[in-house]
């Protein structure tokens, strides 16, 4: 079992920086690919960034691509993202997630791949 935590989200201005991040416990972290997902409202979850246990490969959605950046502090159990250059388009709740891999390098795109998420954390952007 992993408890996934996330914290950091809030109100923001367009154009502005949030850096969410997203504490793990239970299980070793370092066999778990992480995930970031969003739902805005009356949509549905959308992925968003996806990173390997190792940390060196990472993946992003076109929409982010150039704008957050998924990373991750295996000695803290932590993933975060860090979102700059944020846009009305951006505000949903986001999630981390974890998905267990036996490869380093690997990373899921899909939510059904990951089994643990996290309660979720408000970004909301303003024009």
């Known amino acids: 079992q992993v408890q996934l935590v996330e914290s950091g989200g809030g109100l923001v201005q367009a154009g502005g920086s949030l850096r969410l991040s997203c504490a793990a416990s239970?299980?070793?972290?370092?066999?778990?690919?992480m995930g970031w997902f969003r739902q805005a409202p009356g949509k549905e979850r959308e992925f968003v960034a996806a990173i390997s246990w190792s940390g060196y490969s990472t993946y992003y959605t076109n929409s982010v691509k150039g704008r957050f950046t998924i990373s991750r502090d295996n000695a803290k159990n932590t993933v975060y993202l860090q979102m700059n250059n944020l846009k009305p388009g951006d505000t949903a709740v986001y999630y981390c997630?974890?998905?267990?891999?036996?490869?380093?390098?690997?990373?899921?795109?899909?939510?059904?791949?990951?089994?643990?998420w996290g309660q979720g954390t408000q970004v909301t952007v303003s024009s």
């Open positions: 239970g299980r070793t972290f370092n066999n778990y690919a």
């Open positions: 997630a974890a998905g267990l891999t036996y490869y380093s390098d690997a990373y899921y795109l899909d939510s059904a791949d990951y089994a643990y």
